[in-house]
């Protein structure tokens, strides 16, 4: 079955950075995009980007522009999520979820579990 | 950037009722919309895709409607196990946005 599997926890200081991994299984990685949504805590849902897992091609809402990054490993069906210079205002949990095709025509249909990021000094 | 605009932002029902919550967006986007459902402490599960389209699984109850502007996501008969807040999704133009969430309890 289609799952897609974050990785854990992370509690940062203030100025560190953190990597997220979402690893796929159950389909082909590279007929699906993939997505990151932000939900800061008892906030609602707040798109950050996609990347095109064919082509590695990111592409970023403006408030995501700089300090974050996606990145495959394609040969092991896992999208990434690269924060830089940490805030406070990072503490949320980040979710992966994938949507068939690049078109944009197709909305996500699968998500990860979520993975907590905790920014405090 | 498109602003999608969910009201109410929370509502109480019965077990049995009927629910409709709406989705308002600032632009067109034509039916370049879908509908999620978010538990606490769960990710999002999709129940409704362009508009009115109901995933697999989803129980019939869930309704979809609408295009262009105005959507539409009916409850028919409400159920114990529907309390979440629900959320719209356009995915018509970058950057998709999100509704802020309509939150769905039971009295």
């Not at chain 1, 040969?75 to 990072?90: G, M, P, R, V």
């Not at chain 2, 919309?33 to 606490?40: A, E, L, P, R, S």
Request: net charge positive.
């Amino acid at each position: 079955q289609i799952q897609l599997v974050q990785s854990g926890p992370e509690l940062k200081k203030p100025g560190e950075s953190v990597k997220i991994s979402c690893k796929a299984s159950g389909y082909t990685f590279t007929d699906y995009a993939m997505h990151w949504v932000k939900q800061a805590p008892g906030k609602g849902l707040k798109w950050m980007g996609w990347i095109n897992t064919y082509t590695g091609k990111p592409t970023y809402a403006d408030d995501f522009k700089g300090r974050f990054v996606f990145s495959l490993e394609a040969s092991a069906s896992t999208a990434n999520l690269q924060i830089s210079n940490l805030k406070n205002e990072d503490t949320a949990t980040y979710f992966c979820a994938r949507s068939k095709g690049y078109s944009g025509w197709y909305v996500m249909d699968a998500w990860g579990q979520g993975a907590s990021v905790t920014v405090s000094s | 950037n498109t602003v999608m605009t969910q009201s109410p932002t929370s509502m109480f029902t019965s077990v049995g009722d009927r629910v409709t919550m709406s989705c308002k967006a600032s632009q067109n986007v034509g039916i370049n919309v879908g509908w999620y459902q978010q538990k606490t402490g769960q990710s999002p599960k999709r129940l409704i895709y362009w508009a009115s389209n109901r995933d697999t699984g989803v129980p019939d109850r869930f309704t979809g409607s609408g295009s262009g502007t105005d959507f539409t996501l009916t409850i028919s008969n409400m159920q114990a196990e529907d309390p979440a807040i629900y959320y719209c999704l356009q995915h018509n133009s970058y950057p998709w946005t999100f509704g802020g969430g309509t939150k769905l309890e039971l009295k």
